[in-house]
Each structure stands twice: as C-alpha cells, then as structure tokens.
C-alpha cells in the first residue's frame, strides 16, 4: 500500500530533550517536507527537500534540522525542544513539488512540557 | 491581511446541499491545492489546479487565475462531506502558503 508513515504519533517530552521524528514514504517520491500546524496560524512549512541530499528552509525552520540521506526518509530533528514547539507535525512527499498531489502522513502530535 | 484567504471560515449545511468554498490569494501563484483534514486529523490531497476546473465524484474546483480566486464545491453533501477543507497556494519561487481553513458540518 502506498503510503507516508510517521514515528512516533503521539510524544510528551521535556525542554531541551534531543527528539527525532521519523517520516518515510513507499512511493519513490522525489519530493519531501515537514509542515506543523498550530490553532489559528493554520499549515506552514518547516522544512522540504527536492531529492537525496537538496534540503532547504521553509517558513518556519528556526528550532528544526532535517536531512536527507536516502530517498524514502527524511527526518525531522528537534536538537533542543521547547514549549513553542509543541504542535501536529505532518510530514508529506509528492513526485515531484507541488505541481503534484501530495501525500500526508498521518501526523505527529508532540508536546513539549 | 492574509495572503490566502477562506470563506466562509465555518459552514453548516443539511445532507444533499449544495456547498461553495471560497479561496482568495493575493500573490502571483503557481498552482493551487485543495486539501480534507479529516476529524481525526488525517489530510487528503483533493485538487491540484493551475487553470480551468477539476472535478472528482461529487467534488468540482474551479479556479480564474485574472481574478485570483479558486472555489471548491461538494454537490449533493453527504454527512461524510464534514471536515475541514483547507486552501495552499505556491507562489513563484516555492514559497507555500496556507489558508486558514473551511469548517464544515453536513448534518442528515
């Protein structure tokens, strides 16, 4: 089945606590970015990626790093959270930008205390 | 203001209603996505629109690139219809952004 998975779900954690949420995708999809979404500010992008190794920021990347190392991953690493950064965090890949349809995984809902 | 602007921001409709979503950009865009967040939080890809109009089941998007406005319209809506239903554009250069967001509830 084609589809983008995400790991962990759900995560309560502590300011300054190094986290990594995963994102893979099955589909060969050259084209991968991270999104959190906050009540009332909507969708923004975090971070995407063109291809292995082509990163680049989005609106909002300040807090965040990513790499992209092979094609069907593309992680989204947290060095130091804090409370700011608690959020739904979606991941999504298309083949090629978004002159295609995207592809959401399922969601990340993390807390920071 | 906003760059992507929704209307209305909530919507409550009867089964078999007929639905308009509005989405107004005030940039030079390059495509247009519709996108349903569902209940549980799960987004589907609708639409992807740079011209004309789609249409999918009982899902029609339109969008008129001189007057920068995209609409989305459910025929005959269905309880199932009831989600949010949110607006992306990507402007030139690859910047994305987002709108607000379209609560609707179709009630049977």
């Known amino acids: 089945e084609a589809q983008v998975t995400q790991n962990p779900r759900y995560l309560i954690t502590v300011t300054g606590k190094k986290l990594t949420v995963t994102c893979s995708q099955n589909m060969n999809h050259e084209y991968m970015s991270w999104y959190r979404q906050d009540p009332g500010l909507g969708l923004r992008q975090i971070y995407y990626?063109?291809?292995?190794?082509?990163?680049d920021k989005g609106d909002v990347p300040e807090g965040y790093k990513v790499s992209r190392k092979e094609k069907r991953n593309f992680p989204l690493i947290l060095e130091s959270p804090s409370p700011n950064q608690t959020s739904l965090y979606f991941c999504?890949?298309?083949?090629?930008?978004?002159?295609?349809?995207?592809?959401f995984g399922p969601g990340t809902r993390l807390t920071v205390l | 203001k906003n760059e992507v602007e929704q209307s209305p921001q909530n919507l409550t409709a009867q089964e078999g209603e007929f639905i308009t979503i509005n989405c107004s950009y005030s940039v030079g865009i390059s495509a247009l996505h519709w996108l349903q967040q569902h209940p549980g939080g799960g987004i589907v890809s609708l639409f992807m629109l740079s011209s004309g109009k789609k249409k999918h089941g009982r899902l029609i998007a339109t969008i008129n690139i001189q007057e920068k406005h995209s609409s989305l319209h459910i025929t005959a809506s269905h309880p199932r219809d009831s989600a949010v239903y949110i607006c992306a554009v990507r402007e030139y250069g690859n910047k994305l952004v987002f709108g607000a967001g379209t609560i609707l509830r179709v009630k049977s």
């Open positions: 999504a890949s298309s083949l090629g930008g978004w002159y295609n349809e995207q592809f």
């Open positions: 990626s063109m291809n292995v190794e082509v990163t």
